[in-house]
């Protein structure tokens, strides 16, 4: 094992409570200015390995050693000096203002009598300047907004100076502004002051984005650790979090809706990432979607796959096989609705025109997307067949008007 510059570490640990395992056998490390999520679902235990790190339960066995040293040998004031925590308990000590509540990192630091100097009110006015929060230093702590007071809540961690942080669900609670200011703060305490950051975390897309290791937690033990961009694979979050009717996808580093296919059958002709919009707007009107032809690399592929779309493939970059323009031509027939979704006329794209030709010879309504791309490949009677729209929604909207007429 690579201990160079480890901060934090442990060593066949198993965690629980009253002698109950809930994890065991954990072998991790954690370096300075790494930002690290513990991913899983509820009752995983990532909760429970906080703690324990944090030396606020015992371990069952094993060992946490803070710079090769055994923890459960550290007094708390040692520890503290070089390791905070910010749990998920909403503090609303009375009559405390957020300058008061931020001194109270201070507290390893302080001599006997707890006073602090002029030294610790920088401390504490830095801490706040670092969470974008010096103008709170004076409101009473119990009138702060959830993302005030999660912002408070780290600048006290901060006020300890520490070498680790340890957060559980730090953006739980928060609205959709604060949630990304405090994970960029918390990202930026790794980069710039070189603090290591372990966070229990349930947005994976956040945790794909930002981290630099994370650990999958689940069944009792951690099933993966390492880069997300090595661990957060399509099945591993698949079968961390149980899903059946969502999956995740590496490559756009999100979790899509899987489509339900309760409505008609409608044929999109999109590629080089004209389509993603649509797909996502079809799958959650209930389409059943069929889409091609795309190249493998391509985003729209990555998008309508993760959608549950019927996807026709071509592997390599090169000009579609005359194979499957067979297929997609047979799959087009059997549908509904066709849609140009005005995607780049590219030589490894030109085929499509093609499709859209033949959905305009089988009399299958076409609608297409105004999306600037020429079309002179079609004559002024195809033309006339073709109804234009300026947006998806009108689009969608537009298919539904068909349908009504048709009945």
């Given amino acids: 094992m690579n201990t160079q510059n480890t901060i934090l570490s442990t060593r066949n640990l198993c965690v629980g409570y009253s002698g109950k395992e809930i994890l065991k056998g954990v072998e991790l490390q954690f370096k300075k200015g790494e930002f690290i999520s513990l991913l899983g679902p509820n009752g995983a235990g990532k909760t429970t390995l906080l703690r324990t790190l944090s030396k606020h339960l015992k ?36 009559l405390f203002t957020v300058y008061d509540f931020v001194a109270m990192g201070r507290y390893p630091h302080t001599h006997w009598s707890g006073r602090l100097e002029k030294k610790d009110d920088g401390v504490i006015m830095e801490s ?33 100076q520490p070498d680790i942080i340890l957060l559980d669900e730090p ?13 960029s703060i918390l990202q930026r305490l790794c980069r710039d002051k070189g603090i290591c950051v372990v966070a229990s975390l349930h947005d994976v897309d956040i945790a794909a984005k930002l981290s630099d290791k994370v650990a999958l937690v689940k069944g009792g033990a951690i099933q993966a650790f390492g880069p997300p961009e090595n661990v957060l694979q399509d099945d591993a979050v698949t ?26 059958k409608v044929f999109v002709v999109g590629g080089m990432g004209s389509a993603s919009v649509l797909y996502r707007l079809l799958a959650k009107k209930e389409y059943h979607i069929f889409t091609g032809m795309l190249h493998k690399n391509d985003i729209d592929y990555h998008v309508a796959h993760s959608l549950g779309a ?35 006329l590219e030589k490894v ?39 234009f729209l300026d947006d998806e929604c009108q689009l969608v909207d537009e298919m539904e008007t068909i349908t009504f007429k048709a009945t």
């Fill in 239 to 264: 079968q961390l979090y149980d899903f059946s009717n969502a999956s995740f996808n590496r490559m756009l580093g999100t979790i899509e809706m899987k489509n339900s296919e309760k409505k008609g």
């Fill in 310 to 344: 019927h996807c026709l493939v071509q592997p390599h970059i090169d000009k579609f096989s005359e194979e499957i323009c067979k297929w997609a031509k047979e799959e087009m027939s059997q549908c509904d609705w066709v849609i140009d979704t005005g995607f780049g």
């Fill in 128 to 160: 706040l300047t670092m969470v974008h929060a010096r103008e709170l230093v004076f409101r009473d702590l119990s009138t702060l907004s959830d993302g005030e007071r999660q912002k408070v809540l780290v600048a006290r961690a901060l006020a300890q």
């Fill in 59 to 94: 371990t069952i066995n094993g060992k946490v050693l803070v710079n090769n040293e055994d923890i459960s040998a550290m007094k708390q004031e040692r520890l503290a000096q070089t390791m905070s925590v910010v749990l998920t308990e909403k503090v609303k000590p009375p």
């Fill in 349 to 387: 794209n030109g085929d499509n025109i093609c499709l859209l030709k033949d959905a305009l010879a089988m009399k299958k309504p076409v609608l297409s997307l105004r999306n600037g791309q020429s079309r002179e490949h079609f004559t002024a009677l195809e033309y006339d067949e073709i109804h």
């Fill in 171 to 183: 953006t739980m609670h928060l609205d959709l502004k604060h949630r990304m200011e405090v994970m």
